[in-house]
């Protein structure tokens, strides 16, 4: 399988880097577009693929081709490109906002797309991608792109209705999930502990925490009540996190993280 991005920076060479983990393809069968020769010579650098200044021969040598700039640019490209899409390629957007039918729209033709949202975390294998397609992808293709997502996590093919719903929850929440581990370190350095320390005595706690969130089935609350034990330390700092207005922050944060795709 050929695969292609038209744009390498963080979220594609993120999909690169789990997608060559796994063996998908191999980095020959990669080709990305940047727009300068600096972010070619990094692609080349970090990821040992095919570069190139030209996204029209990202569109010429691959059937799969990820459209990975920033939504802003999604328009330009797709002009430079749509002449040459053909009833072969599969178009994959990781844009948030940028509906089937925006797309359709700026293609002028029946092209064959499907919208995701990826996660950074796909980097090491863990990302999580909201899916869906419009009605030009045949279910063999749709197989190929549920093979490429899996290389690099988990997927959930959902409808498009909830799909800045999943730029909110996994496609921007990583950002808030290192925020909150640097918070913790941050508390465990001022109580004495060395920074390194910190970062994997609170990243680990995460992961081990959303493992059994995925692996147990137990609601959250079962499994918080279990670390709270009558008059200890642990319902203390729940107290303080309901005081700081810990749950309301974080849905008043995905909120706004949801309207703001919605306007993309
Ligand atoms: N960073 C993240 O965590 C996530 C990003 N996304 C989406 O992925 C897309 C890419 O985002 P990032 O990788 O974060 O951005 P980025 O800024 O790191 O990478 C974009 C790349 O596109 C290249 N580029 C810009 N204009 C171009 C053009 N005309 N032709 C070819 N290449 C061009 C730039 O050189 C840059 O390397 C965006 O649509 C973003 O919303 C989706 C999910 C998560
Ligand atoms: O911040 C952004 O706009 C992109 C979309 C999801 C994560 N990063």
Redesign the pocket.
Known sequence: MKIGFIGCGNMASAMIGGILEKGICSKQEIIVSNRTVEGNERSKKNLGVNVTLDNCQVVRETKTVVLAVKPQFYEEVIAQVKGLITEKHVIISIA?GKTLRWLEEKFGKPVKIVRT?P?TPALVGEGMTGVCANSYVQDIEMAGIKEILGSFGRYEVIPERLMDVV?SVS??SPAYVFMFIEAMADAAVADGMPRAQAYEFAAQAVMGSAKMVLETGKHPGELKDMVCSPGGTTIEAVRQLEKGGFRSSIIEAMKACVEVGRKM
């Open positions: 948030p949202m996660n730029v496609g921007s």
